[in-house]
């Protein structure tokens, strides 16, 4: 047990929406640009410090360094002026990590984050004969469950891994690899993965989260590999306490609220508060009937971490994002950032991390998005800016 977690430890994995994506070359430049540019600025205004009568140092140029121009002495002058740190987002897809001081490791969504986030959980638990992890799945699509298969922690049979999340979720795993019911079938066998139970020598646990009452025979069928928790009821995973919750997607979808030690975590990736031309419309109230829900769990919360995918003209389709062409977002189930820092400021929430970012975004602008959230939220004690991966909060 880390006795340095005096509640919870939050590790941020993968932040990125849709699908994996890394910088383009040009994205680098821009970034490198911005390094350079902080860096110079730094040794100028040291360098200014030194100048007398106008344009004459005050000292030789190799008393001003420390030393003969080369790598070494140039290195200890750089270090004078510390580390400038850029937004760095990451392009692995969701993944979240929580550690809590009574020892359990949970993690939430299994997207390509979750390869590196197992590697780190090996290596946490060392020689342990015996290792628990507890995985809660928001919903089925790709994204949130591709880095599964690539986990490290499936091919270690001292491993029992508790996957919960509701049907689709825990099917979208068996269905392709057979995890709950050692069975894939035939026309299904290496067509995603070359991966299966066969060879994933871990112990499979599965939970499904749902509004499980009286049940038929044929939903017991399908429910035969797993067992149900009733989403009007916390789940219990040592001292932490947790509250499962639907949110507007085109694949149903839950979201989390995570309790331990009189401190709240609200995780909700992939939810759209909808904005449709007609109130009437049954998908329109079922979306804010959804938000409201949100909004009572996250009211107080001290970390939020939220889908908002777009920007509100994006999704309206007024402008397209990078070079993709405008086109309407309504009912992609995603969130406008400006609803998600409004709704942040009205929950009071401590700190929140918006994520799911949309792969055509690139990181200049993902950067302008951040600076302009810091200046809104200047003068306030709540925070808001986009989520970084290799964020680690301490709570």
Same mark, same amino acid.
């Given at each position: 047990?880390?006795?340095?977690?005096?509640? &919870?430890?939050?590790?941020?994995?993968?932040?990125?929406?849709?699908?994996?994506?890394?910088?383009? #070359?040009?994205?680098?430049?821009?970034?490198?640009?911005?390094?350079? !540019?902080?860096?110079?600025? &730094?040794?100028?205004?040291?360098?200014?410090?030194?100048?007398?009568?106008?344009?004459?140092?005050?000292?030789?140029?190799?008393? !001003?360094?420390?030393?003969?121009?080369?790598?070494?002495?140039?290195?200890?002058?750089?270090?004078?002026?510390?580390? !400038? $740190?850029?937004?760095?987002?990451? %392009? +692995?897809?969701?993944?979240?990590? *929580?550690?809590?001081? =009574?020892?359990?490791?949970?993690?939430?969504?299994?997207? #390509?984050?979750?390869?590196?986030?197992?590697?780190?959980?090996?290596?946490? +638990?060392?020689?342990?004969?015996?290792?628990?992890?507890?995985?809660? %799945? #928001?919903?089925?699509?790709?994204?949130?469950?591709?880095?599964? /298969?690539?986990?490290?922690?499936?091919?270690?049979?001292?491993?029992?891994?508790?996957? !919960?999340? @509701?049907?689709?979720?825990?099917?979208?795993? =068996?269905?392709?690899?057979?995890?709950?019911?050692?069975?894939?079938? /035939?026309?299904?066998?290496?067509?995603?993965?070359?991966?299966?139970?066969?060879? &994933?020598?871990?112990?499979?646990?599965? *939970?499904?989260?749902?509004?499980?009452?009286?049940?038929?025979?044929?939903?017991?069928?399908?429910?035969?590999?797993?067992?149900?928790?009733?989403?009007? $009821?916390? *789940?219990?995973?040592?001292?932490?306490?947790?509250?499962?919750?639907?949110?507007?997607?085109?694949?149903?979808?839950?979201?989390?609220?995570?309790?331990? %030690?009189?401190?709240?975590?609200?995780?909700?990736?992939?939810?759209?508060?909808?904005?449709?031309?007609?109130?009437?419309?049954?998908?329109?109230? *079922?979306?804010?009937?959804?938000?409201?829900?949100?909004?009572?769990?996250? &009211?107080?919360? =001290?970390?939020?971490?939220?889908?908002?995918?777009?920007?509100?003209?994006?999704?309206?389709?007024?402008?397209?994002?990078?070079?993709?062409?405008?086109?309407?977002?309504? =009912?992609?189930?995603?969130?406008?950032?400006?609803?998600?820092?409004?709704?942040?400021?009205?929950?009071?929430?401590?700190?929140?991390?918006?994520?799911?970012?949309?792969? @055509?975004?690139? +990181? #200049?602008?993902?950067? +302008?998005?951040?600076?302009?959230?810091?200046?809104?939220?200047? @003068?306030?004690?709540?925070?808001? $800016?986009?989520?970084?991966? %290799?964020?680690?909060?301490?709570?």
């Amino acid at each position: 047990m880390d006795h340095s977690i005096r509640n &919870m430890r939050i590790s941020f994995y993968g932040v990125q929406g849709s699908g994996s994506t890394f910088p383009a #070359s040009h994205e680098t430049e821009a970034l490198q640009e911005v390094m350079d !540019y902080e860096l110079l600025k &730094m040794v100028f205004e040291d360098f200014d410090k030194h100048i007398i009568n106008g344009n004459q140092l005050d000292c030789t140029l190799t008393e !001003y360094l420390g030393g003969p121009i080369n790598r070494k002495t140039l290195l200890k002058y750089r270090k004078r002026f510390g580390s !400038y $740190k850029p937004r760095i987002y990451g %392009g +692995w897809t969701t993944c979240i990590h *929580i550690e809590t001081s =009574d020892g359990y490791d949970i993690v939430l969504d299994c997207g #390509s984050g979750f390869r590196n986030c197992a590697n780190d959980l090996q290596v946490k +638990w060392g020689n342990q004969s015996e290792r628990h992890i507890h995985i809660l %799945g #928001s919903h089925s699509h790709f994204d949130h469950t591709e880095g599964f /298969d690539q986990a490290v922690v499936c091919f270690d049979p001292r491993n029992t891994i508790h996957i !919960y999340g @509701n049907y689709q979720f825990l099917h979208s795993l =068996d269905s392709y690899l057979g995890i709950f019911s050692k069975f894939v079938r /035939d026309d299904v066998i290496g067509v995603q993965t070359p991966i299966n139970y066969s060879i &994933m020598p871990a112990s499979f646990n599965g *939970i499904e989260i749902g509004n499980i009452t009286k049940e038929t025979s044929v939903e017991k069928e399908k429910r035969k590999n797993w067992r149900t928790h009733d989403i009007n $009821k916390f *789940i219990e995973i040592g001292a932490t306490s947790i509250t499962a919750f639907d949110v507007y997607h085109p694949a149903p979808c839950l979201g989390y609220k995570i309790e331990h %030690g009189g401190k709240t975590f609200v995780f909700c990736t992939d939810h759209e508060l909808r904005h449709g031309d007609n109130s009437d419309d049954p998908k329109q109230k *079922i979306s804010e009937e959804a938000d409201e829900l949100l909004i009572k769990h996250t &009211m107080g919360a =001290d970390v939020l971490y939220r889908d908002g995918q777009y920007l509100r003209s994006e999704y309206d389709g007024f402008s397209g994002i990078g070079s993709s062409n405008p086109v309407e977002r309504i =009912d992609w189930g995603h969130s406008c950032i400006e609803d998600v820092q409004k709704m942040a400021l009205q929950c009071l929430v401590k700190k929140t991390y918006i994520g799911h970012h949309d792969p @055509n975004r690139e +990181w #200049s602008e993902r950067n +302008w998005i951040d600076e302009t959230l810091a200046r809104t939220c200047k @003068n306030r004690e709540e925070k808001i $800016k986009l989520a970084c991966a %290799g964020t680690v909060i301490d709570l």
